[in-house]
């Protein structure tokens, strides 16, 4: 037997039956149900959107002071790094050597050099073999350090020789791979000659450099030998012998074990490329000067449009007129001009205001370029050392700034405001989540509770009805 079970009747579909009959009191008790519970919740749910509403303002106010703040700081960051501020090297010959700044001082005046010798590393070439795939026999090979001159070797006692296990059927190629992989400062490759396949050994640059092939061969698996080489060897051939670079700087004579020469100029780096013996070039600094101002009032203005957005929202009626982050970011700002930046400088260049930076009555800023350029003359290098990369110095205040303003870890700055804000509006929409849950309730409730009276009227309307006409009946039936 199968059964059937009629779907309840919910009580929203009871009351719109009995209202559509023309049943019940009349009245709309589903709407009057949500009327009511709007009207017991509408003073909390308003509260709670004028609180979002106030949130979302302070976090979006603070969101752009913080990303003006760390636009300030990642441009003029990338300037100081550019080395566009400083008295960049350049050489009247540029075949000659390339310049770079170290850092370590700020180079002034001009320099001559003359370069009389490249530094270079030893290059070897072994006896020609049959083909790469010859096999050379076993045992070890031994690289041991030093400088070649002539005939003679002398051994470097602080350059660790290094030991280089060849095995038993090894081939040529073989060797040149095991002395790459040692890693002893000493490259290998086999090169297909005339003369047939030659093992390549090229080592590091410097005098102290050079090396000789020393074997210990394995009796059984003999011909390793025949890679040995020295200075006195009638085998293999000495393609170029490892030298130290020679050069003059204001016609002074020095060395360098590479190329690459520090400090020869202070405060330079030169990389050394070619020879121009008897022409010496000069080496000149470019007079920074004009970049300084111009990022000096790039700077001016770009911090004028963050303490304009820093000066509105912390005025009376401002979105964060209260908050103590915005209020200490303004104090760090407006005595921004003043703060010594260089610890220790003994010049007249010291603070921002040195540079011609002035802040003006209403907070705003401005660049006194005569002070500027009266500071550049009598201190240029206390100027240039404003603008480097290091832990004092323009860059570093203003990056000090805005991490200790973006700390969201701080409550006392713009980053802790922000982290607060931002979880008090999180909370919020909970609140009010929650508080649309207890609305809801309240209209279920109420809606059942009406529908049940509504249903009991149209009941008792009905029998009312149905008296009614039976009284008439009676009443006519007596006539």
């Known amino acids: 037997?199968?059964?059937?079970?009629?779907?309840?009747?919910?009580?929203?579909?009871?009351?719109?039956?009995?209202?559509?009959?023309?049943?019940?009191?009349?009245?709309?008790?589903?709407?009057?149900?949500?009327?009511?519970a709007t009207a017991q919740f509408s003073?909390?749910?308003?509260?709670?959107?004028?609180?979002?509403?106030?949130?979302?303002?302070?976090?979006?106010?603070i969101s752009s002071i913080k990303s003006m703040l760390l636009g300030l700081d990642t441009s003029l960051g990338t300037l100081v790094r550019s080395g566009d501020l400083?008295?960049?090297?350049?050489?009247?010959?540029?075949?000659?050597?390339?310049?770079?700044?170290?850092?370590?001082?700020?180079?002034?005046?001009?320099?001559?050099?003359?370069?009389?010798?490249?530094?270079?590393?030893?290059?070897?070439?072994g006896q020609a073999y049959a083909a790469p795939t010859s096999t050379v026999g076993a045992g070890t090979l031994t690289l041991r350090f030093g400088t070649v001159s002539g005939g003679t070797f002398a051994a470097d006692a602080g350059h660790a020789a290094v030991a280089i296990p060849i095995a038993g059927g090894a081939t040529l190629a073989d060797v040149a791979t095991a002395i790459n992989a040692a890693n002893a400062g000493v490259s290998a490759y086999v090169a297909q000659t005339v003369n047939g396949a030659q093992l390549v050994m090229k080592g590091a640059e410097g005098a102290a450099n050079g090396f000789q092939v020393e074997v210990s061969e394995d009796p059984l698996a003999p011909g390793l030998s025949d890679l040995a080489w020295t200075p006195a060897s009638t085998t293999g051939q000495l393609l170029s012998t490892a030298r130290d670079a020679a050069f003059k700087i204001d016609g002074l004579a020095a060395t360098a074990?590479?190329?690459s020469v520090s400090e020869a100029i202070p405060g330079v780096k030169l990389q050394l490329a070619a020879t121009n013996i008897g022409a010496p070039t000069t080496v000149s600094f470019a007079d920074?000067?004009?970049?300084?101002?111009?990022?000096?009032?790039?700077?001016?203005?770009?911090?004028?449009?963050?303490?304009?957005?820093?000066?509105?929202?912390?005025a009376i009626g401002g979105d964060l007129a209260s908050d103590g982050g915005a209020r200490a970011l303004k104090r760090s700002l407006s005595q921004l001009a003043g703060t010594v930046i260089i610890p220790g400088a003994t010049g007249s260049a010291r603070t921002l205001a040195d540079l011609g930076l002035k802040t003006e009555r209403d907070g705003s800023f401005s660049l006194d370029g005569a002070r500027l350029a009266a500071t550049l003359a009598s201190d240029p290098q206390g100027v240039a050392d404003m603008f480097t990369n290091g832990l004092h110095g323009v860059f570093a205040t203003v990056d000090a700034i805005y991490r200790k303003a973006s700390a969201a870890s701080d409550t006392g700055s713009i980053g802790g405001s922000l982290a607060r804000y931002t979880k008090a509006l999180t909370r919020n929409a909970s609140d009010q989540s929650d508080l649309a849950a207890q609305q809801e309730k309240l209209r279920a409730r109420l809606a059942s509770q009406f529908t049940t009276s509504e249903t009991r009227i149209g009941q008792s309307k009905a029998t009312l009805t149905m008296l009614q006409n039976q009284i008439a009946q009676w009443n006519k039936s007596g006539n």
């Open 86 to 125: 400083a008295r960049t090297p350049a050489l009247a010959n540029s075949a000659v050597a390339a310049a770079t700044l170290t850092g370590s001082q700020t180079p002034r005046g001009t320099y001559s050099l003359e370069v009389t010798q490249l530094a270079a590393g030893q290059t070897l070439a």
């Open 1 to 36: 037997m199968v059964t059937s079970t009629s779907p309840a009747t919910s009580p929203t579909a009871t009351s719109s039956l009995v209202t559509a009959l023309g049943g019940g009191s009349g009245i709309d008790m589903l709407d009057l149900a949500n009327k009511l």
């Open 257 to 259: 074990a590479s190329n």
């Open 288 to 314: 920074p000067a004009t970049s300084i101002a111009g990022a000096m009032k790039d700077f001016t203005d770009a911090l004028n449009e963050v303490m304009t957005e820093v000066n509105k929202a912390t």
């Open 43 to 61: 003073v909390r749910n308003q509260r709670l959107a004028e609180k979002a509403d106030q949130l979302g303002t302070q976090i979006s106010s």
